[in-house]
């Protein structure tokens, strides 16, 4: 039996990534999709949406839904995955988890405290050459790794060619936006594959023409005792090529991922290489997966793969390198939680 069709979905935001959540519920096999529309983003819901609208949460609650996903502005993240987590739901939020650590504990304690599961939608962890890689690592192929290095670069006007960017919340720092936080998913990626580091220095500005009053760009370092990471973030480049990279090197051998080209390689030593391609990949796929996971462990049947607390982690770190620039300094990291 698909384990969507018994579960009624509430998606919170119908932004572009609620949209496409929606869709992909749909496409599971959930029979009714909810939605509250926050009416704060940019994009009007397409009349084939197939999704039942409401406007108050109360009312959308009234129909019993089960499980909810939480795509509204990122300031709203937690307190609204709270309310949810309170009625009975298993939530899933988009990422990231939030733009402050207020509330992120008792976030977590009362998902804990319900049995509920609360996941965080960090989906390049379910990027096939990202497992591949996380494998690697494990299998020691790399020998010891001394640097990683994970950077993104996307334009913030190709993303709405028909629509005002300067309206998305992508570009809006009292909605939780900046460049740092909306590709979140760089700082996530490292913590994934290498952990925790003790310090964060870091620089975030905004230095570009694009109109925000939040940053634009940031180079992130991350200390660890036996090896160097750092994230690039901007929201400058216009190029696809070389936009999405993650870089590993260690002792006996070394790894590009361009997740613009959907390719993997590993150089080692006397000219010994290895390229891993994906054809013809749709990049939905990775937003499948994170739901055919979250259900999974709805289930009982496996872990989440990004849970509360790894969703902290990142906004942690993200909040450590906005310290670390505006103050000049180093940041010893402790305890996240």
């Known amino acids: 039996m698909n384990h969507f069709a018994s579960h009624l979905f509430l998606v919170i935001g119908l932004g572009s990534i609620g949209q496409r959540h929606a869709r992909n519920l749909k496409q599971l096999g959930a029979p009714r999709v909810l939605a509250l529309r926050t009416h704060l983003g940019m994009r009007a819901a397409p009349d084939n949406l197939e999704v039942e609208s409401f406007d108050i949460l ?28 309170e009625a009975g739901l298993h939530v899933l ?24 599961i609360l996941a965080v939608a960090q989906t390049l962890r379910f990027y096939p050459h990202v497992q591949t890689a996380r494998a ?44 740092t936080l909306t590709f979140i998913h760089e700082i996530d990626l490292v913590l994934y594959l290498m952990g925790m580091p003790q310090t964060i220095t870091a620089r975030a500005a905004h ?3 694009i109109q925000t009053d939040a940053d634009d ?38 790894l590009w991922l361009d997740f613009a080209k959907h390719t993997l390689e590993l150089y080692g030593a006397e000219e010994q290489y290895e390229i891993h391609a994906l054809e013809n990949f749709d990049p939905n796929q990775i937003h499948l997966d994170l739901l055919e996971n979250f259900m999974d462990a709805v289930k009982g049947r496996a872990q989440v793969e990004a849970n509360g607390q790894a969703g902290a ?9 906005f310290e670390s620039s505006a103050r000049g300094v180093t940041i010893e990291l402790g305890e996240t939680l």
């Open 58 to 85: 109360d009312d959308a609650l009234a129909q019993s839904p089960d499980i909810a996903v939480v795509c509204n502005p990122t300031r709203w993240h937690v307190e609204t995955a709270r309310a949810l987590v």
């Open 93 to 116: 939020i988009e990422k990231p988890l939030s733009n402050s650590m207020l509330g992120v504990k008792e976030l977590i304690h009362a998902a804990e405290e319900r049995a509920r």
């Open 136 to 179: 690697w690592l494990r299998e020691g192929r790399l020998g010891a790794v001394r640097y990683i290095r994970a950077a993104v670069g996307q334009h913030p006007p190709a993303w709405f060619p028909a629509q005002d960017y300067r309206a998305s919340y992508a570009v809006r720092r009292e909605l939780g936006g900046g460049a």
């Open 207 to 209: 230095l570009s023409s």
């Open 217 to 254: 760009i940031s180079e992130i370092i991350f200390g660890y005792p036996e090896l160097l990471g750092s994230v690039h973030i901007d929201y400058v480049q216009k190029s696809p090529l070389r936009s999405r990279y993650l870089q590993i090197v260690g002792e006996d051998a070394a």
């Open 313 to 321: 982690r990142a906004v942690r770190v993200a909040l450590a390198a």
